[in-house]
């Protein structure tokens, strides 16, 4: 993958193969490579670590990879992948949460914020990168257990509506799977989330 970026300017990843790559592949394997013409990195499909994002660009920093190629995203197959995505000319947001804030319904107290930077070290455990905005087919709001919209800092379940959301699913699923449904067009991704 690092080689044929040398010749490519735009890949998908999960989070935790870049932190593979960074764990397996030494820095002088890589040393005749230049990473400079890497546009965009998209980071998602599965929870996004802060660990793997600077392991990975520590390690391929020096040969010309820039973190703001970082693009971190939240999607679903029920939502054509997409749903949200950080965009490549702002900063991607750090945020560690209080714990014991964390509670569905409840306004999640922030304890620090930063923004990502490959040559910082982060201080104690819990960051969370935040995945963006919503795209123009998807809207992303945050709901509480009554299905009443929640205030921005509320976590809550995160759904999503829009022309990207799938119309249901085939007969051998049931609508209501117990993870997530699709009822009038919107998403209930089971996931929580606040904004």
Known sequence: LLRAMT?????????FALGYVAHRVAADEIADLDL?????????SEP?????????????????????A????????????????????????????ESSSMRFGQPVTIRDEATLAADRDYDGSGWIAGLGYSIADSTVRVIGEDGRELPDDTLGEVIVTGGSVALGYTADRPESSGVTTIDDGVLHTADAGFI
């Open 7 to 15: 010749i490519a300017a735009h890949s998908p990843s999960p989070s």
């Open 36 to 44: 400079s013409g890497w546009r965009t990195l998209a980071v998602g």
């Open 48 to 68: 996004v670590e802060l660990a793997d994002l600077q392991s990975f660009a520590r390690l391929v920093g020096p040969r010309g990879f820039d973190v703001s």
């Open 70 to 97: 970082f693009t971190l995203a939240y999607g679903l197959a029920e939502s054509t992948l997409m749903v949200s995505s950080s965009r490549r000319d702002e900063p991607i947001t750090l945020l560690r949460p």
